[in-house]
């Protein structure tokens, strides 16, 4: 039985990815609508196997490491991909009714978006840290293609810079997977940590950390390494921008948390976590800055993900050497800002998508009058916006909580800063947008009205997002499902 | 027990669905929007007052679940929640009504309503928080929900104050999150409790007790204007003039004071307050911002701008009240939140309805309105000389209370307070007396409607009329039970330990 | 000095050179010429240094296999990208042209369905 829910979460999306490379956009729609349907059916299957029988190691073809692949089936990889199904297939959902059918590039968006979400899944479950690599350069490759579908120069513009920064972060963290394995005969990240555990090993270079978090950190766009990240995300198609700035640089960020939480405490330094805890500071400062100076909306939105990825670096400053409670209440913390953002991220970039289309343009000051014509869709970035300046009872703000508590009680107390002023300046561009929405005097006459259920979608991402601060008890008790006798099948 | 679980809820929940609902109303269906607005209105008022009601015979409301681990969230109904609770209650019903009259021929009623409901769910909700974090997660809801309002003529002006109360109540709401997560951290989580939880704290606590009080009072008197966090106050006057009600009778300034009440009474407890030397701090501060906001109002010009710095003045009689160690102060004090809501409530109805019947905005413009429209003007009158604090009136009571509980616990500078805020207070409304009787009219009305033979629209002249046979009777009937002095004396006598 | 260490030390070297050629040049495809070179002296790097057993260690083998072949489809896919990139725009380079007519819902890639 796991059999088949493991090749439905791995390979079957890259079934449908060739099917629908097949077809044209039309077809390629009804072959992704009853793939995503699917592919949430597996992802549920999963969760419930999990929390049935506990969390479990997963041979690939029953070659047990380290030289065969192992898969990783724990609470966490379960959270994520219960998140993918959720806001993958809303996107997914969206872009089949957004994007238009007659133009005859569109229909690569299908396969490109089953390879992206094949990949995802790759890093979700990972274990192996080459596989990891190719995970992450599935993802990656399938992104670059998404931003410059059908795109004129600016697009790909945007894409050359994502994927150069993209493949240099690659080359970095395969640096750093090859020097790792010279150290340790294994590839296994599980094997790893159990080595460096047992004190068999003399102390690591710290430098193989440094490299592998650099070219990480690359992908994921942090701070001073952001600059691919506002022109990609802003000038891909809404879809395409909400899968980005939800999943796609979380893929890299989830591979940087597991290599910490695993083996930071051998392998990392204080003085590194402090650093990346830094930069997310100064992301968060500095990209909420930039947002609130940006003209269009997606620039905006765009800006506001570089400040947001910036909290999620605080991880590794309060997981370093520190009490297991603390620990725990940091990755609690970290786990529901990432849903949170996804969520909140997605359900932005889709009502953005929907407000320009009807305004016919993409500036913030272009949005007056647009309350009375598509209220719905301004609703649901409204809600969003709540959760991003992570105000009760959003997920948002339970994250935030989380951060607060670790920060204090692990005697960090210069994160209090960051934490509550990232609040008060992403208010100031989430603001900035609602009150152009306000301005009476426009002289736009013509409003499209985009299709119905183009504006519930991102109203759904942007209730959950809001209402997750109401259910994190249950949302985090997945993330906490343990291990099962044994750890292996 | 089943009913003492829903009734909180069902309360919190009547404004929320009714929000949920206008908005989904199409703008055009006025009429089913009134319905809707004043149906949830009158729901919501006689559920509030069957909690009051089991209140009073010794029955408890309470509901809660756990958000996140170890941190609860509790809506919990006791005497001090429903004296919060039933003046909301009954203002938010006057105000709709206002509010409908006022915004006839307006654009955007839909997305005003839809808010104005939003708001009202969330004071509802800052009177029944059970601890500091739901009252967190409710007060930072109602700063979400009021912006809208203060924005909704969409004017620069509107803009720019709508950005002066933004910044200044999500600063207040950030420090309010630093301290309530600090405090959270050092001792977990403390739900409201009589007597509050600080009595015998350890020494070692002292300090970081202090400064989580200093930022709690800091948080919390952004909203309740206290001097120098009242600078978004004046500014959001621009709003029209039933929001101008709501925030400064009722919703904003109230809640930022009934948080002060409850952190002073029910976290940290008078005696621990008192120990720590919080309370003289805080006397000081309040006594002060209650000779500032008069001395301001003096030199305004603009009607609504004098009531703005005159509410500035009177929220702090409450905070002041709360620092008069003895039970007869400190009900006068307390009982200040209903007798200051319901005669500020009546002087903006009263303001409004000069607005939009003659175009008043400006005090000098008001010469001989004593004529043209009585009823609005006897109802400033008496209002304003409850605020003066003019026996029977409800002001009198609350300064007399006050007066010979501070006597009591022989703070005489306190009365020295009263006497020249009344004074002040004096100063700045007899003028206004004065022209809209025996004044007379010198030039024409700046922009006159006219509303058949009733000197206002209908839907503007109940209200304020309502509100002040309230504030008289206030006075008149304090000794009575279920007045509101007496109600401030049941909550001083079961949940305040002095 | 022993053959794995020369690789290793190749490795280094060739990804300095590519780094800096990738930092420094601006035409796209030095850029992608130069990220090729990374890629070698990365790879160069894992035969060098991650000999695990005495003798060869098929895991680093299979590494740069894998890894020749994800730079070869990363290289297509820059190639194609670079290729469409200068024949919209004539530039070979990333620079930002002077800022023309940015407005308008097609600019920012979102089209109205007809």
């Not at chain 1, 796609?248 to 290599?259: C, E, G, N, P, Q």
């Not at chain 1, 405490?265 to 003085?271: D, F, I, K, S």
Request: charged share 10%; hydrophobic share 55%; proline share 4%.
């Amino acid at each position: 039985m796991i059999l088949w829910v493991m090749a439905g979460l791995l390979f079957t999306p890259l079934a449908w990815a060739v099917l629908t490379l097949l077809t044209g956009f039309r077809h390629g729609r009804w072959i992704s609508w009853l793939g995503i349907v699917l592919q949430a059916l597996v992802s549920v299957g999963l969760w419930a196997f999990v929390t049935r029988d506990g969390g479990f190691y997963y041979p690939l073809g029953g070659w047990q490491s380290p030289l065969g692949i192992e898969l990783r089936v724990d609470g966490l990889a379960v959270t994520f991909v219960l998140l993918t199904a959720v806001v993958a297939g809303a996107c997914g959902w969206h872009a089949s009714l957004y994007l238009d059918p007659e133009k005859s590039w569109h229909r690569y968006f299908w396969p490109l978006f089953w390879f992206l979400w094949a990949g995802l899944n790759v890093v979700w479950l990972g274990d192996d840290l080459f596989n990891l690599y190719v995970g992450l350069e599935l993802i990656s490759l399938s992104a670059v293609g998404l931003v410059a579908l059908g795109g004129q120069a600016g697009a790909l513009r945007a894409a050359l810079r994502y994927l150069l920064a993209a493949l240099l972060g690659s080359l970095f963290y395969l640096l750093g997977v090859a020097l790792l394995y010279g150290q340790f005969g294994s590839l296994s990240l599980s094997g790893i940590a159990g080595l460096l555990e047992s004190g068999d090993v003399e102390s690591v270079p710290v430098v193989i950390m440094v490299l592998m978090l650099f070219g990480l950190a690359m992908k994921t766009a942090l701070f001073p390494l952001h600059k691919w990240l506002p022109p990609a995300h802003g000038i891909a198609k809404s879809p395409v921008s909400a899968l980005l700035s939800a999943l796609v640089v979380k893929a890299s960020f989830y591979i940087a948390a597991r290599v910490w939480l695993e083996t930071g405490h051998h392998m990392g330094g204080y003085a590194l976590g402090q650093l990346l805890g830094a930069l997310g500071g100064a992301a968060v400062i500095w990209g909420s800055w930039l947002a609130f100076r940006q003209e269009k909306l997606k620039q905006v939105v765009a800006y506001s993900s570089v400040a947001q990825i910036g909290y999620l670096f605080l991880l590794f400053p309060l997981t370093w050497n520190v009490s297991e409670t603390i620990s725990v209440q940091a990755q609690q913390g970290m786990t529901l800002q990432v849903i949170s953002h996804a969520l909140a991220k997605s359900a932005m970039f889709l009502a953005a998508g929907n407000l320009i289309l009807s305004v016919g343009s993409n500036r913030v000051d272009a949005l007056a009058g647009v309350s009375r014509f598509l209220p719905f869709s301004l609703f649901s970035f409204g809600l969003a916006g709540v959760s991003l300046m992570g105000l009760p009872p959003s997920g948002g703000f339970a994250a935030k909580w989380l951060l607060l508590q670790a920060s204090l009680a692990s005697g960090q107390w210069w994160w209090l800063a960051v934490l509550l002023f990232g609040g008060l300046l992403s208010a100031a561009y989430v603001f900035r947008v609602y009150r152009a929405s306000f301005v009476e005097k426009t002289d736009v006459d013509e409003f499209y009205h985009p299709h119905r259920s183009l504006e519930v979608i991102p109203m759904i991402l942007a209730l959950l997002s809001l209402g997750l601060g109401l259910v994190a008890e249950p949302v985090l008790s997945v993330m906490a499902i343990s291990f099962s006798e044994g750890g292996g099948l | 027990m089943t009913t003492g679980v829903l009734l909180p809820v069902l309360a919190l929940m009547t404004s929320l669905l009714a929000s949920v609902v206008i908005f989904a109303l199409p703008e055009r269906m006025h009429g089913v929007r009134v319905l809707i607005n004043l149906g949830a209105a009158g729901l919501k008022l006689v559920l509030v007052g069957v909690m009051i009601w089991g209140i009073a015979q010794g029955r408890e409301y309470e509901v809660a679940f756990e958000m996140l681990p170890g941190l609860r969230f509790v809506l919990r109904a006791d005497a001090l929640s429903m004296l919060f609770a039933g003046l909301s209650g009954v203002l938010w019903l006057l105000t709709t009504i206002y509010a409908v009259g006022y915004l006839e021929d307006s654009p955007n009623r839909s997305r005003f309503f839809g808010f104005f409901s939003l708001c009202v769910a969330s004071t509802t909700g800052v009177a029944l928080a059970g601890n500091l974090f739901t009252f967190f997660l409710f007060y930072e809801m109602l700063t979400l929900s009021t912006y809208p309002l203060v924005v909704h003529r969409g004017t620069e002006k509107a803009l720019k104050a709508g950005r002066n109360y933004i910044i200044y109540t999500l600063t207040g709401g950030a420090v309010l999150l630093l301290a309530i997560a600090w405090l959270h951290g050092l001792v977990g989580d403390l739900p409201f409790q009589a007597g509050g939880h600080f009595a015998d704290v350890e020494e070692a606590l002292h300090g970081p007790l202090t400064i989580i009080f200093v930022l709690l009072i800091a948080g919390l008197g952004v909203k309740a204007a206290l001097v120098p966090l009242h600078g978004w106050l004046p500014q959001a006057m621009v709003a029209p003039a039933p929001v101008s009600a709501l925030l400064h009778a009722v919703a904003v300034v109230k809640a930022g004071a009934f948080g002060i009440v409850r952190v002073v009474f029910e976290v940290y407890g008078v005696s621990a307050a008192h120990a720590l030397g919080l309370l003289s701090g805080l006397a000081v501060v309040a006594a002060f911002t209650i000779i500032y906001g008069s001395v301001r109002a003096l030199y305004q010009v603009d009607l609504k701008k004098r009531l703005a710095f005159s509410t500035i003045s009177q929220v702090s009689y409450i905070v002041l009240g709360l620092c008069l160690l003895g039970p007869v102060g400190v009900a006068g004090g307390l009982v200040h939140l209903v007798h200051q809501g319901i005669m500020k409530i009546t002087l903006f109805f009263c303001a409004g309805n000069y607005a939009e019947t003659l175009g008043i905005h400006r005090i000098d413009e008001l010469d001989g309105a004593g004529r043209r429209m009585p009823a609005t003007s006897v109802a400033f009158t008496l209002g304003a000389f409850g605020m003066i604090g003019a026996p029977p009136l409800a002001g009198f009571i609350t300064k007399w209370k006050m007066g010979s509980g501070a006597l009591t616990v022989g703070m005489d500078w306190v009365v020295v307070v009263l006497v020249v805020s009344s004074l002040l207070n004096a100063a700045y409304f007899l003028p206004v007396v004065h022209r809209l009787w025996f004044a007379e009219q010198r030039t024409p009305w700046p922009q006159e409607r006219r509303w058949g033979r009733l000197e206002t629209s209908a839907w503007l002249i109940w209200p304020p009329m309502v509100t002040t046979v309230f504030l008289v009777l206030a006075g008149l009937l304090a000794a009575m039970p279920f007045s509101p002095l007496n109600w401030a004396g049941l909550i001083v006598m079961r949940e305040v330990a002095l | 000095m022993t053959p794995s260490l020369l690789y290793a030390f190749a490795g280094v070297g060739l990804c300095t050179i590519g780094l800096y050629g990738f930092v420094r040049l601006a035409h796209l495809l030095r850029k992608l010429l130069a990220f090729n070179l990374i890629g070698s002296g990365v790879f160069l790097v894992m035969v060098g240094l991650a000999q695990h057993h005495n003798g060869p260690d098929p895991v680093p083998q299979a590494l740069v296999l894998t890894g020749i072949v994800v730079a070869i489809a990363a290289t297509a896919l820059a190639v194609v990208l670079i290729r469409r990139y200068f024949h919209l725009s004539g530039q070979t380079t990333l620079a930002e042209p002077a800022r023309g007519n940015d407005e308008g819902a097609s600019q920012s890639g979102e089209d109205r369905q007809r």
